[in-house]
């Protein structure tokens, strides 16, 4: 568990009976955290508003984008399929990364700070990430989907509880985790509990708070505890070693970009994955 939970975990020999995982589906003025693709298909099922959370970096980056003044973006799960996006429409910057760095041929990888400085003001995007790409694209029949983390924490709750108290629907906050594990990563599932916190103090009912409570997420997050958690886990360790560490600060920054990216529609891409259109949101 992230460093920033320790003070969470229980004493040696103290007894602990984990609730069994409650896989009702959630009703109006719920909030949810799942996880991966399992958690995409409880969203779709419960027809709710979705909020995905790829914290590293995915999340950050579609939001930087979007506060850039991007046009739209064109989120796809495979490489070739962001390829085909641009020779299909043709003016579109390619955008992502693989293994951390951004394919041959990209204009920029999967870095918010360095989109930031790209001149992206009215240009279209095609972005791909190895898992954030993938669970928007397993969004689709959901109610709404929108991107979130902690770089726009506030203002993707407030319109996740303005569209889901306006249709009645419940909110799940979907840790992405990394494709081909079940599972959140540390920092999705601390970037989808502080969603779902933010939520909770806005009247909603976090139905399943107790399931993971000192596993995946601490009683009470924090600015330094999200960050300190960003660092700790797995992944921000690799990107560390890759010399990314500025990503996780600004990844792991609360609120600093205030806009959000919703998703509009689906584009197929020959046979593959839906690649999925977001604008921002009310544009």
């Not at 009470?220 to 990314?244: C, D, I, N, W, Y």
């Amino acid at each position: 568990m992230p460093a920033s939970g320790q003070d969470h975990q229980r004493e040696a020999g103290e007894a602990h009976v984990k609730p069994e995982k409650d896989t009702t589906l959630a009703g109006p003025g719920t909030v949810r955290v799942v996880a991966g693709a399992e958690g995409c298909q409880e969203a779709v099922e419960a027809g709710a508003v979705a909020l995905m959370v790829d914290a590293l970096r995915a999340s950050a980056t579609i939001t930087a984008l979007t506060s850039a003044g991007a046009g739209t973006i064109f989120v796809a799960t495979h490489v070739e399929q962001a390829r085909r996006v641009k020779e299909q429409i043709g003016d579109v910057l390619l955008i992502g990364e693989r293994e951390g760095f951004p394919p041959e041929g990209f204009d920029a990888g999967n870095s918010p700070e360095e989109v930031l400085g790209l001149g992206v003001e009215g240009r279209q995007i095609a972005f791909t990430s190895t898992t954030g790409a993938a669970r928007l694209g397993q969004l689709r029949g959901a109610h709404a989907v929108l991107v979130g983390g902690p770089v726009n924490a506030t203002a993707v709750v407030e319109a996740a509880a303005r569209l889901a108290s306006a249709a009645g629907h419940p909110v799940y906050a979907l840790a992405a985790g990394l494709t081909g594990r079940p599972g959140g990563t540390e920092e999705d599932w601390l970037g989808a509990a502080l969603l779902a916190q933010g939520l909770a103090g806005r009247g909603y009912d976090w139905v399943n708070r107790a399931e993971h409570l000192g596993e995946h997420w601490p009683a009470e997050l924090t600015p330094e505890g999200v960050r300190e958690g960003f660092f700790a886990g797995a992944h921000g360790q690799s990107l560390v070693e890759k010399g990314l560490s500025n990503d996780i600060t600004a990844c792991s920054r609360i609120d600093w970009l205030p806009v959000v990216a919703q998703v509009v529609g689906y584009r197929e891409i020959d046979d593959g994955p839906p690649v999925a259109e977001l604008k921002p949101l009310d544009d």
